[in-house]
T-cell receptor, first 118, second 115 residues
């Protein structure tokens, strides 16, 4: 079974600064996918970024980037130029690779609450 | 694309009553997932379907919980009888079968309060 750990329950950052959210996971799988989801106060779950384990290059999406360390089983999210709209809960999630059949389920961490201060 | 649609958005009920949560996945998506979110346990997978067939229901907490997917465009999660500890936000999510390992598309959730 896979586990995802987000050890920091909450963080705060000044607007326009950079913040890094930590995530570690445990798995015996060699091929898998990692995700960061954002949940603002509206409760909607929004996909922020996705990383395929077989890719060495770290994924980036505009102001969001990841630091994927496969050997260390670490997957941190860096938010550059933080904006007030980034205030939300952020979840790290794991999905093992499936070749055929049903899509694999997502296993989530407990989440971290990020507050961006004006 | 209307997204995953869940209803109701909020539900308040008394202990012992039956509760039914509804979900309409994105058209063309063949996999559907029900998650429960609480402060204590975070997001937990309850059950998921592929092509209307339940694949894994190991997360369903007990017999009071049941889920159905009678067709490709509709699923229900029923709790009977409900208890205060069932209070949580329940999310439905879907993915397209043709894209293995694709990320989940979530609905806006149903906040259930059992008094």
């Amino acid at each position: 079974a896979q586990t995802v750990t987000q050890s920091q329950p909450e963080m705060s950052v000044q607007e326009a600064e950079t913040v890094t959210l930590s995530c570690t996971y445990d798995t015996s799988e060699s091929n898998y996918y990692l995700f960061w989801y954002k949940q603002p106060p509206s409760r909607q779950m929004i996909l922020v970024i996705r990383q395929e384990a077989y890719k060495q290059q770290n994924a980036t999406e505009n102001r969001f980037s990841v630091n994927f360390q496969k050997a260390a089983k670490s997957f941190s999210l860096k938010i550059s130029d933080s904006q007030l709209g980034d205030t939300a809960m952020y979840f790290c999630a794991f999905m093992k690779h499936e070749f055929v059949g049903a899509n694999s389920k997502l296993t989530f961490g407990k989440g971290i609450t990020l507050s961006v201060r004006p | 694309d209307a997204g995953v649609i869940q209803s109701p958005r909020h539900e308040v009920t008394e202990m012992g009553q039956e509760v039914t949560l509804r979900c309409k996945p994105i058209s063309g998506h063949n996999s559907l997932f029900w998650y429960r979110q609480t402060m204590m346990r975070g997001l937990e997978l309850l059950i998921y379907f592929n092509n209307n067939v339940p694949i894994d229901d190991s997360g369903m907490p007990e017999d009071r919980f049941s889920a159905k997917m009678p067709n490709a465009s509709f699923s229900t999660l029923k709790i009977q009888p409900s208890e205060p500890r069932d209070s949580a936000v329940y999310f439905c999510a879907s993915t397209p079968d043709r894209e293995y390992n694709s990320p989940l598309h979530f609905g806006n959730g149903t906040r259930l309060t059992v008094t």
